[in-house]
């Protein structure tokens, strides 16, 4: 059976030395593989040496420009685009406001103490609730508010949004009212969220005109700190995406009592990549988010990790979270990566003393109070849009597979003459010769079994010349 396989290699899936030196000439007379068949074809040896010089050079500068090509795409290279785009509505953002004054000052009168040890560093916090003269008074309070929540203390005796605080409310020139406001908790306290689509989700039309408020902050009802009275007075507010929660935390503008702010609002909308080319991962969900954001992922991280150690969610999260660095921002692999879409609202705000003499007197009159209090407790508030326009800015792949293709495609044609066909037809030829080499190799093995006797076996003068040739 052995012999009989043997045999059959050699006749009929190993041609003769002719029959392969023919194959090799019709591949090199027929390839599309430009300059080939001037090597095999010229008989002058100094033509033939030229061409080939020429073919190994241009194929020396086609894989250079190829693995160039393949180097530059794995490095993931992205581009910017900036597009300014003018419409004639344009959607208007959620305006948060916050009273600096947190707390009803009745409501916090009994807890000096607690909010004077609040604001300590827990090392004199410590030191002063093993004093005697503290002690007492912080362990009746605790005793007493077993159930305390701080969240819930603050909705009840925070700042609160109604006619006497919201003197007036003017959207585009129909009024608006506190219901349109939706109260939110943040690290000012009670807040009130303004957002256009609980008005019927009207839109711009006109840049010069947008919303009009007048706050009244009450400084009297109010405070921030029980021990010193209020420190600051005015109103603070965050221009944000309506599916955004607002952030105060280097993002709020502060317009003080007595004063009139102006604000121009534009909108940027941001594209980022998906990682490789970008920073951004499209599959994170958060849990108590609509949309994904970097500040509301940290918010949960920060959050899980509080929740794990001591079993609750206190009112101020401890530093140590982001001094350990175990919520991290920014890169694809960090807890938190930069959300794939994000919308700001850049701002130029310009302020004015608030009303005439006239203005003043008006007010005093509308509301009965004198004119200084009408100076130390009255806020102006107006937003707009600059104009009615928005700018995109988009990150976006430098190159596609496509354009690789391309690009590659068009060295090939340019060097070689080379095309699709080219490189299956290259593909084809190397492996009908690898199959006669490893056919060749296995009759030839030098430990190939001795099918039949000795004698038999030796190979004759002619068998032997034409093994040399081979």
Same mark, same amino acid.
């Given at each position: ?5 043997? &045999? ?27 300059? +080939? ?12 040496? &030229? ?35 003018? +419409? ?95 109260? +939110? ?90 990682? @490789? ?59 938190? @990566? ?28 509308? &509301? ?15 937003? #707009? ?5 928005? #700018? ?53 093995? @030098? ?24």
């Amino acid at each position: 059976i052995l012999e009989k396989i043997r &045999l059959c290699l050699i006749k009929k899936l190993l041609p003769d030395l002719e029959d392969r030196r023919k194959y090799q000439e019709e591949f090199a007379s027929s390839t599309s593989f430009h300059g +080939v068949h001037n090597i095999v074809h010229t008989q002058s040896k100094a033509r033939k040496a &030229l061409w080939l010089l020429i073919v190994t050079g241009c194929l020396a500068i086609v894989i250079w420009q190829i693995c160039s090509r393949f180097i530059y795409y794995f490095s993931w290279p992205t581009t910017t685009t900036v597009v300014v785009q003018y +419409v004639e509505n344009i959607k208007f953002p959620a305006v948060t406001f916050c009273n600096l004054n947190r707390f009803q000052a009745h409501a916090v009168s009994n807890l000096k103490i607690i909010f004077l040890l609040w604001n300590i560093v827990s090392s004199i916090f410590q030191k002063f609730a093993m004093e005697d003269k503290y002690s007492q008074e912080l362990n009746d309070f605790l005793l007493g508010n077993q159930n305390f929540s701080i969240k819930d203390f603050t909705r009840k005796n925070g700042f609160y949004l109604n006619s006497s605080t919201l003197l007036e409310c003017d959207f585009f020139g129909k009024p608006c009212y506190p219901q349109d406001f939706e109260q +939110v908790f943040t690290e000012y306290g009670n807040c009130f969220t303004f957002n256009h689509n609980d008005l019927s989700a009207r839109r711009v039309s006109l840049s010069g005109r947008g919303l009009h408020l007048l706050f009244d902050v009450q400084q009297d009802k109010f405070t921030d700190e029980p021990t010193l009275g209020y420190t600051d007075a005015g109103i603070t507010f965050v221009i944000h995406s309506p599916q955004e929660l607002p952030r105060f935390d280097g993002l709020g503008l502060l317009t003080p009592v007595g004063m009139h702010a102006q604000v121009a609002i534009r909108q940027l909308k941001s594209i980022i990549q998906e990682y @490789p080319w970008g920073e951004c991962k499209p599959d994170i969900k958060l849990q108590y988010h609509k949309i994904y954001s970097t500040n509301g992922c940290l918010l949960e991280c920060k959050a899980r990790y509080i929740q794990d150690w001591c079993g609750c969610l206190p009112f101020i999260l401890p530093d140590d979270i982001e001094i350990k660095g175990l919520c991290t921002v920014g890169t694809h692999n960090s807890t938190c @990566p930069a959300p794939c879409e994000e919308t700001d609202y850049p701002t130029t705000v310009t302020y004015s003393n608030f009303g005439g003499e006239k203005a003043i007197k008006y007010f005093s009159t509308k &509301l009965k109070k004198s004119p200084e209090y009408i100076r130390q407790n009255l806020v102006r508030i107006e937003i #707009k849009y600059h104009d009615l326009s928005y #700018k995109i800015t988009q990150q976006q792949k430098a190159l596609s597979i496509s354009e690789l293709l391309a690009d590659v495609g068009g060295q090939l044609g340019l060097f070689c003459g080379a095309s699709m066909i080219t490189i299956i037809e290259l593909l084809e030829y190397i492996f009908t010769n690898f199959c006669w080499m490893c056919i060749f190799l296995l009759l030839k093995a @030098p430990d190939m079994p001795q099918w039949n006797n000795p004698s038999q076996n030796q190979p004759t003068h002619k068998e032997k010349k034409r093994r040399i040739q081979e």
